[in-house]
Nanobody, 115 residues
Framework: QVQLVESGGGLVQPGGSLRLSCAAS????????MAWYRQAPGKQRGLVAF???????NYADSVKGRFAISRDSAKNTVYLQMNSVKPEDTAVYYC?????????WGQGTQVTVSS
């Protein structure tokens, strides 16, 4: 049974930084794409950033230059470094990984940007 466990969410002031982590556990042979999505109250879940198995990345326009996605394949972990955060970054952040051709989601972690 593969599981994704997220950590690192919380309350941060505008302009501050936060780092999210998402570790996959279980029987795993290959992880392809890894990504972070977010869902704010009353809005649909949307892509924040993704990273391919080869390390190529892509970002939503709203976070370009502020957020950075990275992965540690040896640890089956994906990270999201969030810098210069804004109140509009407030949302539940979900990790997503394609593992052995199957889609997996994390349980979500709340990020609140407020003074």
């Amino acid at each position: 049974q593969v599981q994704l466990v997220e950590s690192g969410g919380g309350l941060v002031q505008p302009g501050g930084s936060l780092r999210l982590s998402c570790a996959a556990s279980g029987t795993i042979f290959r992880i392809n794409h890894m990504a972070w999505y977010r869902q704010a109250p009353g809005k649909q879940r949307g892509l924040v950033a993704f990273i391919t198995s080869g390390g190529n990345t892509n970002y939503a326009d709203s976070v370009k230059g502020r957020f950075a996605i990275s992965r540690d394949s040896a640890k089956n972990t994906v990270y999201l470094q969030m810098n210069s955060v804004k109140p509009e970054d407030t949302a539940v952040y979900y990790c997503y990984q394609i593992i052995d051709a199957r889609n997996y989601w994390g349980q979500g972690t709340q990020v609140t940007v407020s003074s």
